[in-house]
């Protein structure tokens, strides 16, 4: 990891958090969650190469491609290293939990219920409590929490449907994972 | 940051696990493929979006398996998925069907979920970190998948006309869905090695003893002595009519321009 002295993580921070989500673009790549992390490494070429870890929502996301493009145009642009690349990773997995709390506040301002929270640092829940976890929702209108899971699956991988029985809207989910 | 180097490995252990490999990719490439046909038509809308999401899922799996793949044996992860002829794929037997009906699609997708649960659950605990990392992060995934079709199960074996559908797509299906433990050529090195931690013949053992009961709890049958019995040896090379048709239908667009990239 960058060393905590070096002013170009602030930079580069700031940079990677207007590069909006190309599904949800209410919420940053930095509030989702999905940068593991950067590093400068020293290249063949004698130079610098800025090396970042991109960690996909879900394996199959079809956006992860859009976001890799954005993040090295993005940072290309700051010209801070001779080279810039992005790797997906997925030496940490991403979950839900990594949403930021700024983030979450979007999601829920903007329509979308956050995902429940599971817990952080906990070891992933066992298969047995997922349904008991997904059952209920906050529906990011009213802030009823008298709603039910219509269906785990949404428009996206990662987007589940809900309905609010007293506001009697639908509404989607960002899934827990 | 921690992303692996793809560790240095001896040309028998490198073989072995490009065989681990592509089984696994080849299941989920093909049970995606198949059931991405339900998207249009699957019983009713929410199943329709539901279905066509986890079959998304499941390809991007193979894809991401397929990239492992090329990193190791220095192909290109398109010309694995789109390139071979039908006789080259490694998918279980349990691959082989047609789509069928609803209660078909449900009971092979059940058999499929379960078994992937239990193989996905060993491959998080691989010694090839590569594998390991990713099969942690599809377990997370496959637990949708997983909980979703037992919800269809159980509603298909509650009421007396869909339960002897799925009776019957079972009785037909038992015997290939074993195949999806069928051992891999040079399994026992990849054992010794951790790679797989452990032989697909436990893994069997374990998926049967997780799922029996539940079939037997719902009046649905069980594998027959002549099931268990199946060649397990020709599990992952049997093909099918069925499946050269869903391999033409696949690989028509890659096929058209060799290449190409868009």
């Avoid at chain 1, 991403?94 to 329509?111: F, H, Q, V, Y």
Wanted: with cysteine; aromatic share 8%; hydrophobic share 45%.
């Amino acid at each position: 990891m960058v060393a905590a002295a070096d002013p170009r993580e602030a930079v580069i921070w700031a940079a990677l958090d207007e590069i909006p989500d190309p599904e949800i673009p209410v919420i940053s790549v930095v509030e989702l969650g999905v940068i593991g992390g950067f590093a400068f490494e020293p290249d063949t070429r004698g130079g610098e190469r800025l090396t970042v870890d991109l960690l996909p929502t879900f394996v199959g996301c079809p956006a992860i491609d859009v976001m890799r493009d954005q993040v090295g145009e993005r940072l290309r642009g700051l010209e801070l290293a001779d080279e810039v690349e992005v790797r997906i990773s997925f030496a940490v997995p991403w979950t839900s939990d990594r949403i930021s709390l700024e983030g979450r506040e979007k999601l829920r301002a903007s329509g979308f219920a956050p995902p429940a929270l599971m817990a952080i640092g906990a070891p992933s829940v066992p298969e047995s409590d997922l349904l008991t976890m997904a059952v209920v929702a906050t529906c990011p209108y009213c802030g009823s929490r008298n709603t039910t899971l219509e269906n785990p699956f949404g428009p996206t991988l990662c987007r589940a449907i809900y309905h609010c029985a007293d506001c009697r809207q639908p509404f989607e989910q960002f899934k827990a994972v | 940051m921690t992303a692996p180097e793809t560790p240095a490995l001896d040309t028998v252990r490198r073989d072995a696990l490009a065989q681990l490999l592509l089984a696994t990719a080849d299941d989920e490439f093909v049970i995606g493929f198949w059931d991405s046909e339900w998207t249009g038509i699957a019983p009713m809308l929410e199943e329709d979006v539901a279905t066509s999401s986890i079959s998304q899922d499941e390809i991007g799996h193979a894809r991401a398996l397929y990239e492992l793949l090329a990193e190791l044996t220095g192909q290109d992860a398109d010309e694995i998925a789109f390139g071979r002829q039908p006789e080259a794929y490694r998918h279980a037997a349990l691959m082989n069907h047609a789509r069928t009906d609803w209660a078909f699609t449900v009971a092979r997708r059940y058999l499929y979920e379960t078994a992937d649960t239990v193989r996905l659950e060993a491959l998080a605990r691989s010694s090839y970190e590569p594998l390991s990392q990713l099969a942690a992060k599809m377990r997370r995934e496959e637990r949708y998948h997983l909980m979703h079709l037992d919800t269809w199960l159980r509603r298909l074996a509650g009421s007396d006309g869909a339960r002897e559908r799925l009776a019957e797509a079972l009785r037909t299906l038992w015997a290939d869905a074993l195949a999806v433990f069928s051992p891999v050529p040079g399994e026992e090195v990849l054992v010794r090695g951790g790679e797989l931690p452990e032989p697909m013949a436990t893994l069997r053992t374990r998926w049967l003893e997780q799922i029996s009961p539940v079939l037997a709890g719902l009046g649905l049958p069980g594998p027959t002595a002549d099931d268990l019995a199946a060649g397990a040896e020709d599990g992952r090379t049997r093909r099918t009519d069925a499946f050269r048709w869903l391999h033409g239908e696949f690989t028509m667009v890659a096929a058209s321009e060799r290449g190409a990239t868009w």
